[in-house]
């Protein structure tokens, strides 16, 4: 079945640990999205990707890292995690970065301790 | 500030009222927005586009006004699976709201 998937699901992860998420699409979606979801401040962007080889910072890029190797992934790291991190991570992509559906992951449930 | 507004609700509403609630924009060359419906603990998935004037489908009808910069959705007919919070996303790098949380009662 086509689509976008995540992983983890969920994780623990101590405090100053690395850690990458990891997103993969099949739909062949040059863009690509990183999220994070918080309660009462809704969808924020981390970085995204318009395209293969390029990646761009969003609202909220200060923590986190991006590479976009080839279409399909889109992995976001955590160099050093720290409680303020503990939230919902959401991937998406979608055909180009304007007037396109955008496909969300099913989420990532980080937690920092 | 936050390139898309939205009143975060709660709206409360009985089964088959109607509801509505917008979404402004600071960005006045900003194009295409959409409309998408998020489940508690899961994915947002698209519920509508609104790319001129507006659009309509079924229950859902959505509105877009240029010079005001806002874009609202409006719900007839409320059934009880519309409970859920309505994300309103300037479709550009997709910039999200966050989000109108609407639930209908019995």
């Known amino acids: 079945i086509a689509g976008i998937t995540q992983a983890p699901t969920s994780q623990i992860l101590a405090a100053g640990r690395r850690m990458t998420l990891r997103c993969t699409q099949d739909?062949?979606?040059?863009?690509m999205y990183w999220y994070r979801q918080d309660l009462g401040l809704g969808l924020r962007l981390i970085h995204y990707?318009?395209?293969?080889?390029?990646?761009g910072k969003g609202e909220v890029p200060d923590g986190y890292s991006v590479s976009r190797a080839n279409t399909d992934d889109f992995p976001l790291t955590l160099a050093s995690a720290v409680p303020s991190q503990t939230s919902v991570y959401f991937c998406a992509s979608s055909e180009s970065t304007e007037n396109t559906e955008a496909f969300f992951g099913q989420g990532t449930r980080l937690t920092v301790v | 500030r936050k390139e898309v507004e939205q009143d975060p609700g709660p709206f409360n509403v009985p089964e088959g009222a109607t509801v509505a609630f917008n979404c402004t924009y600071s960005?006045?060359?900003?194009?295409?927005f959409f409309w998408y419906r998020q489940d508690c603990r899961k994915e947002p998935k698209l519920l509508m586009s609104v790319y001129s004037s507006g659009n309509e489908d079924g229950r859902f009808t959505a509105q877009l006004n240029r010079a005001s910069q806002y874009i609202s959705l409006l719900i007839r007919d409320s059934k009880l699976s519309d409970s859920a919070t309505y994300l309103c996303v300037r479709h550009y790098k997709l910039s999200f709201g966050a989000g109108t949380t609407v639930t209908v009662r019995a």
């Open positions: 990707s318009n395209t293969a080889g390029t990646t």
């Open positions: 960005n006045s060359a900003s194009q295409s």
């Open positions: 739909m062949r979606h040059n863009a």
